[in-house]
């Protein structure tokens, strides 16, 4: 059975290798951008999260669910383990901030407010007088600068410009969607643990209830959380992951679709058919089909 069915780099273009748990690194989108002609195809990272800072030209992302078409200034945030690719547009300026998962989740930690922030793909459109983007680039520039040399103080700034990225990328975020409740505290460090059990096991078919002893809470107070933070129920948050898996499978590799339906624990190939055509429209073939014609 295939298991990998995309490309999995270091940095882009790079062979994988083990991340150090501080890993942090930040290079200019003309980097890697201009040598592959501005086109990034499609890849993903293990342990490795990635903030875009874009301020001019613009493309078309395309991350798990999140494709669209994005104009600048924006950034664009792609937590570890998602596969995406860009087309940037001829000579589009921006920088690129990589972070382990490990350092990401410790100054997470930190702030709760934030914990949601790479529980999937973002898109976040501002603008340059935007006060909090200003915020987000002077500290993308300073962490450059923090990360280019070794000073007195240099692990202390290194954390606190990282923890104003964050902060800065959180105001965007409830700014970007006005209608959103901002989500705070424990319920979102919650579902941020629920979400990597989730990742470790999702076609286990497991009992909601142990999910919930796993996380020494009751179910309903699982299920609480995951609705203020998500407005999706545990097991919606298990389905979503779920058809995020099978269209993976679908798009990037060779399995068959009943085999895709057996991969992702299903007893009956009808059943994940109907599973998959009643969550997109689409028969899991018919999803292949068109996918492979766009």
């Excluded at 995406?84 to 997470?108: K, M, P, Y």
């Excluded at 290194?158 to 923890?163: G, I, N, T, W």
Aim: charged share 25%.
């Amino acid at each position: 059975m295939q298991k990998h069915i995309v490309p999995s780099f270091f940095l882009y273009g790079e062979p994988p290798r083990e991340v150090e748990e501080h890993f942090l690194h930040i290079e200019a989108l003309d980097d890697r951008s201009r040598p592959n002609n501005w086109n990034i195809r499609p890849h993903a990272h293990t342990n490795l999260n990635h903030v875009f800072l874009l301020t001019t030209g613009g493309g078309d992302v395309h991350a798990e669910s999140l494709t669209q078409r994005f104009r600048t200034p924006c950034a664009i945030l792609v937590p570890a383990g998602n596969i995406h690719a860009f087309v940037f547009d001829n000579n589009t300026v921006g920088s690129v901030l990589t972070v382990s998962e490990t350092f990401l989740r410790e100054q997470l930690l930190r702030t709760a407010e934030c914990q949601t922030l790479f529980a999937e793909p973002r898109l976040l459109h501002f603008t340059h007088k935007s006060r909090d983007a200003e915020l987000l680039r002077s500290s993308m520039e300073r962490l450059t600068s923090e990360l280019a040399w070794q000073a007195p103080g240099h692990a202390a700034a290194v954390e606190s410009q990282f923890l104003a990225i964050l902060v800065a990328l959180l105001r965007l975020d409830v700014g970007d969607h006005s209608d959103r409740r901002v989500r705070r505290g424990h319920q979102a460090e919650l579902v941020a643990r629920f979400r990597q059990l989730l990742e470790a096991d999702f076609h286990s078919n497991k009992p909601m209830e142990n999910y919930a002893q796993t996380l020494k809470v009751s179910a309903t107070r699982l299920r609480t959380a995951c609705v203020a933070v998500t407005d999706r129920s545990p097991l919606q948050l298990v389905q979503d992951r779920l058809l995020l898996e099978a269209k993976r499978l679908l798009l990037y590799s060779n399995m068959a679709v009943a085999e895709v339906g057996y991969y992702l624990g299903f007893d009956d190939p009808a059943y994940f058919t109907r599973f998959f055509t009643r969550a997109t429209g689409l028969s899991p073939r018919g999803f292949r089909q068109r996918k492979a014609v766009n």
